[in-house]
């Protein structure tokens, strides 16, 4: 006779909590340990507080791990034929095997995380806080901390409601959790060099991988308040709603997860101990998934760390991927039947199909470049990374130059292959090949934003410049292509008066110094000129410092400022000055290089004179 106890057995529990006591007490006595370890910045009444505040983002990491194991110890009777048997013929109903288990699970978490709010508050409370309202850091902390468990447990206990045996168990855990990277992984080895000029972006990928997500999510914004002798007197937090909002709804998948595992377990099969799949109709998923993942392994480790990649690798490691597979599966070595090896041949067939019709882009995404109309601005980086500075160009005749750069960096695809042939022409030929660079220039005119501007390149001189153009369409969708362009050549000089300019500069001060004489008036300007000398000029006269940004901006005005060595009009610089200002609680400095005739001018003026005539002792002057 069954049990009435629905979902909950109190003597099961006891011995949950009794029998696991060694785990939940070990990272009880961790979690105070380190607390305490957060008080070596108590005694300032901020850096304790602050440290608290940054503590969910790597226990995120921590409850990943720890709720696998956790269910590992919970449920791992399942994984054991006789164990699993035994239990079962108890008087007590699954409903109230997994309710009682569960209870205990989550408990593992709750109780050592209470702790250790309890002694993170007394020390809170001893530190003479200067942070507003800090007693609630602890608590707060103890419900990111819970949320985030609770989603890393039930998702390790759907696995292992879907799984036989332990280790199959921590496999479909570990794929389920970083599926989207997986996939991110896969796309990018696979599908994305197919498409010139276009790169997978990570970042959407990472959001649905909690456990990579959730390591770099804030979920609290720490202000701190300075007196004049720069001194902390005050600080205060609030919530960062992202990380709360993405925590809670994982919380709540978390519950959904729960509840999909439960009813699993009323339908599993108690004969599937110790399968590696007790849902088969999840093994034609695992096949498809883990040979393609020891694919993607295999033309990783060959091509990336050895540099023998091919696609022969690639097939190489899809069939170890099946092989490894089956045996998994099948729970046996022989697994070289008709059945399998017909299988391997769909898969590949199918993997085949989905390559050459990537391969076709049948969408048109390569070859795709937008209408000025769609348009709204352009951002153009000297790089394939998008965090810097960029070029910003918004109005038509701006948009329409960025898509003819757009078009040069599509049809010329072997910039670098050209550069790479002038590389080794000129170790072979050595002095020949750098004179003929420095002779043979030609004269160009190019149309910047202003008027026309002449400069002079060496005529065979390749620079092979990466590029990001990002466009911001106006139906709010955003689009990125990268591409490798020859700045010597056409793209380079319409891009060159856009890299060339005081915003690039000084990216902080978007006007003059000169139209805020309150504070030019106490700025200092030191013009370093790296000459192989050291030789240093600290300007303190107002007049000169307004000289000196009237020299830069004149020759950022003539495109002879691009501080990105390959936008240079001339493959050698004559000087590198670097300049500072000070401007009281804040603060800008710039290194430029540039052969400007202005700038140069204006430092022959100071008496510096050219890096190859410098003599020997002339190495500082000042200008008051």
Known sequence: MKSRISFFNKTAFKKDVTRFAPLWGFYTLCMVLGMMLLTQGAGNGYSFQRDLASLPGPMNIINFGYAAVVVQLLFGDLYNSRMCNA????????????????????????????????????????????????????????????????????????????????FAQLVVYGII????????????????????????????????????????????????????????????????????????????????????????????????????????????????????????AVYFVTDGMLGIGGMVYLVIGMVIGYIAG????????????????LGFMALAVAFGAV??????????????????????FVKVYASYYTGGQSADM????EIQKALHVHEIGLNDRNVSDRAQEQYNRSNVDGEIAIAEKQVL???????????????????????????????????????????????????????????????????????LPDTRPETIAAATVEVRVDDGWGVTHRIGSKDLIL????????DCEAGLMTQNHNFSTTPDRSNTFWIAFDMGDQSEQSSCYTDGENINEFLGGLGVKHRYLLEAGDNTSNHQ
Request: charged share 20%; with cysteine.
């Open 394 to 397: 918004d109005t038509p005749e």
């Open 547 to 554: 000289q000196l940004l009237q020299a830069v901006e004149a």
């Open 177 to 296: 959790n970083f599926a989207s990277v997986i996939i991110f992984w896969l796309v990018d080895t696979f599908f994305a060099p197919m498409f010139y000029g276009i790169r997978l972006e990570p970042e959407p990928f990472a959001t649905f991988a909690p456990v990579v997500y959730g390591a770099d999510t804030e979920y609290f914004d720490m202000q701190v308040v300075y007196n004049d002798q720069h001194e902390r007197v005050g600080a205060w937090f609030a919530l960062e709603m992202e990380g709360w909002t993405y925590t809670a709804i994982c919380a709540v998948i978390g519950i959904a997860l729960i509840v999909a595992a439960l009813l699993l377990y009323r339908r599993r099969k108690l004969e599937s101990a110790g399968d590696f799949m007790a849902v088969k109709a999840l093994e034609p998923i695992f096949m498809v998934v883990f040979p393609l993942v020891s694919a993607g």
């Open 355 to 376: 390559c050459l019709t990537v391969k076709a882009d049948p969408l048109g995404w390569e070859d795709w470049i937008p209408a000025v109309d769609e348009v709204e």
């Open 87 to 166: 239990l079962h013929a108890l008087p007590l109903r699954r409903e109230s095997w997994f309710g009682t288990h569960v209870a205990a699970g989550l408990m593992f978490s709750l109780v050592p995380t209470l702790v250790g709010a309890l002694v993170a508050a007394g020390l809170d409370a001893a530190g003479n806080s200067i942070v507003t309202a800090s007693y609630q850091l602890p608590w707060l902390n103890l419900l990111a901390m819970n949320l985030q468990y609770l989603f890393f447990f039930a998702l390790a206990l759907f696995c292992a409601m879907c799984v036989g045996n332990r």
């Open 441 to 511: 220039v030609e004269t160009v005119t190019v149309e910047t934003v202003g008027e026309p501007l002449t400069t002079t390149r060496s005529e065979d001189y390749i620079s092979p410049q990466a590029i990001t153009l990002e466009y911001h369409l106006k139906n709010g969708d955003i689009s990125k292509r990268y591409y490798v362009i020859d700045a010597c050549d056409e793209a380079g000089d319409l891009l060159i008066p856009y890299f060339s300019n005081m915003d690039m500069l000084f990216p902080s001060y978007l006007e």
């Open 326 to 341: 089956r045996m998994l599966l099948e729970r046996t070595t022989r697994v070289f039947s008709k059945k399998n090896i």
